[in-house]
């Protein structure tokens, strides 16, 4: 089996993190492999921020737990977040950033740092409490958070999980 193989299948998300930070060139690597991602039509429409400073992570994770209510909401308690975002009125923006995600994910893998999904910002982007959080982080106001990345150095091994699904060939 090839490198490439072997990465995307081992690749899991975590969920427990170690307050160790990620290198500026780590980070810049993996949002690299993020720009990379195909887009629709190649229009490139996303805009991609970097949170390291777990104050600034803390503060979207309390304003998105009072909206969602939920309480003691943190991301899992990353040491970074890249938060692709996407002209709200992209036909693809939100497939785009999914497949740069993806990228994001797996580059972050080759490195040995641990990442998880996190979605809730979609509905709420707008909502009072978090407009102005994502505005101080420079994401433009016509854009759309589908999605984010939360990183850090995972706190204990990953165990490799059995996955499920049904593969059909029609010949």
Not at 64 to 82: D, H
Request: charged fraction near 25%; hydrophobic fraction near 40%.
């Amino acid at each position: 089996m090839n490198d490439l193989i072997q990465l995307i299948l081992s690749r899991r998300s975590i969920r427990k993190f170690k307050q160790t930070p990620i290198s500026k060139k780590d980070l810049e690597l993996i949002v690299e492999a993020g720009l990379a991602a195909p887009s629709g039509k190649n229009q490139q429409t996303w805009k991609f921020t970097v949170i390291t400073s777990t104050l600034e992570i803390q503060k979207l994770a309390d304003a998105i737990g009072k909206v969602l209510s939920r309480e003691n909401y943190n991301f899992y308690k990353p040491t970074a977040l890249i938060i692709p975002s996407n002209l709200k009125e992209s036909p693809w923006g939100r497939d785009d950033n999914a497949c740069a995600l993806q990228n994001i994910f797996l580059a972050a893998h080759s490195l040995q740092i641990g990442s998880v999904w996190i979605n809730q910002l979609k509905d709420i982007c707008d909502h009072e409490l978090i407009r102005p959080i994502l505005d101080s982080f420079e994401i433009p106001k016509n854009h759309v958070v589908y999605g984010l990345a939360a990183l850090g150095y995972p706190e204990t091994e990953v165990k490799q999980i059995e996955r499920k699904g049904l593969i059909h060939f029609v010949e």
